[in-house]
């Protein structure tokens, strides 16, 4: 069984900008959540979403936002990038339950944001 | 909202030794998990444990929820086990996806 997909594995953009990340599940799995790691903060949940629908969310602006399709695929999009914008962002993927489940992640898109 | 604290922050160690990292997290929660990050940035989930003792090879896991602790073992450790190790905690019911991760502990393990 395939892992998590992310894409682009590297990004680089320019202040003001904005980005557009994939994130293909384990084959199978409905939830797709997102997470963000910097140096300075850690990893952070941004949020989560199953079955087309944002379950969850985390502490971000409004510039972060995601959306997931019918075939469980997500993407999270960042618009008016900012230098702090820089970081890996993870996604992992779960079967949906609501609660005490296994997450598994993905290898990541590291954004660098000049 | 729920603090996980890890502890150390960093750990250095032989080939062959063991060693015990330590999670604690400030209130009840509904599952945690361990986490290696290896060099490449990905996240291998190592344990799911929200109570009780879990062993994989080389590693074991203990969870004691009402003492709101967990420890992660490695035992005879190797160069392929340095990296960052995470918990991260699901903060209750409904949050399925969502996780609060401690800082985590590097470890470097030397030939």
């Known amino acids: 069984k395939a892992g998590v997909t992310q894409t682009p594995r590297y990004l680089i953009k320019t202040r003001g900008q904005q980005v557009t990340l994939s994130c293909s599940p384990i084959s199978g799995h409905r939830s797709v959540s997102w997470y963000q790691q910097t140096p300075g903060q850690g990893l952070q949940f941004l949020f989560e979403y199953f079955s087309e629908t944002q379950r969850n969310k985390g502490n971000f602006p409004g510039r972060f936002s995601g959306r997931q399709f019918s075939n469980s695929r997500s993407e999270m999009n960042v618009s008016t990038l900012e230098l702090g914008d820089s970081a890996l962002y993870l996604c992992?993927?779960?079967?949906?339950?609501?609660?005490?489940?296994?997450?598994?992640f993905g290898s990541g898109t590291q954004l660098s944001v000049l | 909202g729920i603090q996980v604290e890890q502890s150390p922050p960093d750990l250095i160690l032989q080939e062959g030794a063991n060693s015990t990292l330590r999670c604690n997290f400030s209130d009840s929660v509904n599952n945690l998990q361990w986490f290696h990050q290896n060099p490449w940035g990905q996240l291998i989930n190592l344990f799911y444990i929200p109570s009780g003792t879990k062993q994989n090879g080389r590693l074991s896991a203990t969870t004691v929820a009402t003492e709101r602790y967990s420890l992660l073992y490695i035992s005879s450790s190797q160069t392929t086990d340095s990296g960052v190790y995470f918990c991260a905690v699901e903060p209750g019911y409904n949050q399925g996806g969502k996780l609060i991760f401690g800082q985590g502990t590097e470890l470097s393990v030397k030939p």
């Open positions: 992992a993927s779960g079967t949906g339950g609501a609660s005490g489940e296994k997450l598994f």
